[in-house]
């Protein structure tokens, strides 16, 4: 079975500053991945998802994007992080219409 | 497009009372997908709904696919202490893409 390993699992950061957070996947080939949002005590936000290396779809407008430069890694980054930007991120893949399985997240906070 | 809503938003329980939880989409789903969030951990995965009408038992949690395929709840009974969390259904629908309801949070009081 799949395992996600994301990191860092938790980071502070200014206003301003860039942000790249890492997700791989061990345990399947070619598989979609997802980026995810969670505000505090909040529901799940989709950010990205992409179907195989270089495919990225963009769900919502916002200061960040995503990059898959391996069939196993998705990176989400920023060049600029507002406070908006805080909050727990989860890393997610699935295979075709099947379950989506999460990684551990990492929790983003910026002052 | 497609939304799909969870009511309620937040349960309080007492420890061995019963409740249910409900999701509703505005469109047909091919499935419907339950989700479990502890706090402070990450969603997993709890079971899948496929068929119309479709009812799977996990221990104390009862998951019903409507006949319409556009409802499903999600019934515990007894409720423990370990029942604590988020619970999230996520739908898919015709195109595939997989949305996620808001959740429901359960707190139980023992």
């Known amino acids: 079975s799949q395992t996600i390993h994301q990191w860092p699992a938790t980071l502070v950061q200014p206003v301003g500053s860039p942000l790249s957070l890492e997700c791989t996947v061990e345990?399947?080939?070619?598989?979609?991945l997802y980026w995810y949002r969670q505000a505090a005590g909040r529901g799940l936000q989709l950010l990205f998802y992409s179907v195989g290396i270089g495919q990225i779809s963009s769900e919502v407008p916002q200061n960040l994007s995503a990059s898959r430069p391996q069939d196993r890694q998705f990176i989400l980054s920023s060049k600029k992080l507002l406070l908006s930007d805080s909050g727990f991120y989860l890393c997610a893949c699935s295979r075709a219409l099947e379950t989506q399985y999460f990684g551990p997240g990492t929790r983003l906070l910026v002052l | 497009g497609q939304q799909v809503m969870q009511i309620p938003q937040y349960q309080h329980v007492q420890e061995g009372e019963d409740f249910t939880t409900y999701c509703n989409s505005s469109?047909?789903?091919?499935?419907i997908q339950w989700y479990k969030q502890r706090p402070g951990g990450h969603p997993v995965f709890l079971i899948q709904?496929?068929?119309?009408?479709e009812v799977k038992k996990q221990k104390r949690l009862t998951f019903q696919f409507g006949e319409a395929k556009k409802n499903s709840s999600l019934h515990i009974t007894a409720t423990q202490t370990t029942d604590v969390g988020t619970y999230f259904c996520a739908g898919t629908d015709s195109w595939g893409k997989l949305q996620f309801g808001a959740g429901t949070q359960v707190v139980v009081t023992p």
């Open positions: 709904l496929v068929k119309s009408g």
């Open positions: 469109t047909t789903l091919s499935n």
């Open positions: 345990g399947t080939s070619n598989p979609n």
